[in-house]
């Protein structure tokens, strides 16, 4: 499946989580890879028509592959799904990690997907090369007064009662907590979005046990560099939530953004400070991989082992062998799709292109043996 906007062109796929659920997986753009734990308010197709979050992918696509997905029971992904715990939620992302074939790579938690990144970077710290969070938390309900539970129960009521009529009354609510400087426009967009992602059954279900999920234990865990972005003024997730991650992840840089929308929005001026913040914490990244890529298009015949991951090695080395992708998935229980996101990587890494570049990286891999 494909889909597109401004010449943007994404690569939709599915990958298959530890319990069976199909999570909706999308590809676009260039560069290190980047993957997007996002927030629950997402739709794979209509988000690329969004004059919200639009400027959000084109622009990170200028200088990262960007994969980003929609949970579980939302967007394209399996719907009618039950359970959204922290360990289901955290076995989806490492099925899309997976079955797109990443090695080393950044993440960018969104809101409320701060907990799963946060779980998965401290259980996999050799993967995630970086982290940021925008918006986000490690538990929604660190430190809740008894009138944010309150409030919570109230726009929990809301969802029951008003998710699922066709006049946006009662989802308007949750749109003005996103963007209350939001136009018109954007607004009616959001308001849309909301029933398009997630009946209110599940929204219910998937509220409640989002709320449970708590990874703030592993703060302390966590060895690598870390950006946390949050707006001052943010009425969805408060920004002494951001102030909770940056003071206790050693290391971690917090930007205070000048903007009270939950989602900032293009025209308004902290989205060129985001989008500045972004990419400068993701160069180091961008600086490896030229380096890399420089290195394998040098004269002469370069080591492979330091341009390419031990597994791309190792699915060039059977493909070396004479075995084709069914029987390379089968060698080391990847499936097809991943293996040809191994090759395709390693492909890239080395400069090659078309129906040439598997022959060229086989004779490759063999002038160095």
Not at 100 to 105: K, M
Not at 106 to 124: D, I, K, N
Not at 130 to 148: F, H, K
Not at 246 to 253: F, K
Request: proline letters at 4%; a negative charge; hydrophobic letters at 45%.
């Amino acid at each position: 499946m494909e889909g597109a906007v401004a010449g943007v062109v994404q690569d939709i796929r599915f990958a298959r989580s530890a319990d069976g659920v199909q999570i909706a997986y999308a590809v676009h753009g260039s560069g290190p890879p980047l993957l997007l734990d996002s927030c629950w308010l997402s739709h794979l197709q209509h988000d690329w028509q969004s004059p919200v979050w639009r400027h959000y992918l084109v622009e990170l696509g200028r200088v990262a592959t960007v994969i980003r997905f929609d949970e579980r029971g939302h967007g394209l992904s399996d719907r009618g799904v039950t359970d959204h715990s922290l360990e289901a939620r955290v076995a989806d992302l490492e099925a899309v990690v997976d079955d797109a074939g990443l090695e080393r790579f950044a993440v960018l938690a969104m809101a409320q997907g701060g907990p799963v990144a946060l779980e998965y970077a401290a259980r996999h710290p050799e993967r995630v090369t970086r982290l940021a969070c925008y918006g986000s938390y490690a538990g929604a309900q660190v430190e809740a007064t008894a009138e944010e539970l309150e409030l919570d129960a109230a726009f929990t009521a809301l969802i029951k009662v008003g998710w699922d009529r066709p006049t946006p009354e009662f989802r308007r609510v949750f749109t003005y907590l996103m963007i209350p400087g939001g136009t018109e426009e954007q607004m009616r967009w959001i308001d849309d979005l909301q029933r398009t992602a997630v009946d209110a059954d599940t929204a219910v279900v998937a509220r409640e046990q989002r709320k449970l999920a708590d990874s703030s234990a592993r703060l302390p865990e966590l060895d690598l560099p870390v950006l946390v972005l949050h707006s001052l003024g943010d009425q969805m997730n408060d920004f002494a939530q951001s102030r909770h991650l940056a003071t206790h992840i050693r290391g971690a840089r917090l930007v205070a953004l000048e903007s009270d929308n939950h989602i900032v929005l293009a025209d308004e001026p902290a989205w060129p400070v985001l989008l500045h913040e972004l990419v400068a914490f993701l160069e180091p990244d961008r600086e490896a991989l030229a380096v890399s890529i420089a290195a394998a298009q040098a004269a002469g015949s370069p080591d492979l082992a330091t341009v390419l991951s031990p597994r791309e090695l190792d699915v060039l080395r059977l493909a070396a062998s004479g075995c084709d992708n069914d029987a390379i998935g089968a060698e080391l229980v990847l499936s097809v799709r991943t293996v040809e996101r191994h090759l395709q990587n390693a492909y890239a890494k080395l400069g090659l292109h078309g129906r040439s570049a598997r022959a060229g990286a086989v004779a490759r891999l063999l002038a160095r043996t």
